[in-house]
């Protein structure tokens, strides 16, 4: 299967799990809400340019806020996280590394310390972005904080369940010249 195709799947099947699988479940107390669904712009390649990550980004929050019926608040965090990507890889990865052995970001590619690393700050980014713009007027500091500390730790025990879950096999790549 081509890695288009591969890619336009996981884009579908992403949002259809968000929408009607971890939406559906009730928030912990308004507390806790459970996001799985921008990990899609994490597992995209390494070589994808910047502008067009930003771009998919674009469109996979908007798709989210479409079935959501949430005007911009996924678009603005997925835009986000999409623009950092590759600032983020640059410093975890040496430069003469994984980008350019292997395609895309993943325990196999980076190592786990790195890869925990990766997703761990791009996660907090877009829970910390969200949770402020769907709840921009600020009455507890310490809520703001715990909400997205603890949507943070959901996310990042769902991200690594479907890690395991769906082993991604890494080939490495020989003759990168």
């Given at each position: 299967m081509s890695k288009f195709v591969?890619?336009?799947?996981?884009?579908?099947?992403?949002?259809?799990?968000?929408?009607?699988?971890?939406?559906?479940v009730s928030p912990l107390?308004?507390?806790i809400v459970p996001y799985l669904y921008f990990?899609?712009?994490?597992?995209?390649?390494?070589n994808t340019p910047r502008i067009t990550l930003t771009?998919?980004?674009?469109?996979?929050?908007?798709?989210?806020?479409?079935?959501t019926k949430t005007p911009g608040l996924?678009?603005?965090p997925c835009t986000l996280i999409a623009y950092m990507r590759p600032f983020l890889?640059?410093?975890?990865?040496?430069?003469?590394?994984?980008?350019?052995?292997?395609?895309?970001p993943s325990i196999t590619s980076m190592g786990l310390a790195p890869y925990a690393t990766y997703v761990f700050i791009l996660t907090l980014i877009h829970n910390?972005?969200?949770?402020?713009?769907?709840w921009i007027d600020f009455g507890s500091f310490f809520y703001f904080v715990g909400k997205?500390?603890?949507?943070?730790?959901?996310?990042?025990?769902?991200?690594f369940v479907t890690e395991i879950l769906f082993f991604r096999k890494e080939k490495f790549r020989t003759n990168t010249a």
């Open positions: 591969r890619n336009i799947i996981r884009y579908i099947l992403f949002i259809l799990v968000q929408v009607f699988v971890l939406f559906k107390h308004q507390f990990l899609y712009i994490l597992w995209l390649p390494f771009l998919i980004g674009f469109l996979f929050g908007l798709t989210l806020d479409y079935f996924h678009a603005a890889v640059n410093i975890l990865i040496r430069q003469e590394g994984a980008e350019q052995n292997y395609a895309s910390g972005y969200l949770v402020f713009l769907e997205v500390l603890a949507s943070t730790g959901v996310s990042m025990l769902l991200i």
